[in-house]
């Protein structure tokens, strides 16, 4: 019986990971996302006729000079103190 048991929850399993890896390989849907009104963050458009790898690079190097740029901003002077 528990033999049973350890393969059916091992046949559960695969078939969980094999789905989860199938979506992950055929890409899925697109998800757009856009800034809200007022913040200064840029959304990072990737090259299309990169490879994966380069546009993963392109955007991580998007982000990073994104919060670098917000980091620099002057904090506004907030009032309470």
Do not use: C
């Not at 790898?53 to 002077?77: C, D, F, G, K, V």
Request: hydrophobic residues 35%.
């Amino acid at each position: 019986m528990r033999i049973i048991f350890g393969v059916l929850s091992l046949l559960v399993v695969a078939v969980v990971v094999g789905t989860l890896a199938k979506k992950q390989l055929t890409g899925g849907s697109t998800i757009s996302v856009s800034p809200q009104s007022g913040s200064d963050v840029t959304v990072p458009t990737p090259l299309p006729g990169a490879t994966a790898q380069q546009q993963n690079q392109q955007i991580q190097q998007q982000i990073r000079q994104s919060l670098e740029t917000s980091m620099q901003q002057a904090r506004p002077a907030s009032g309470d103190q």
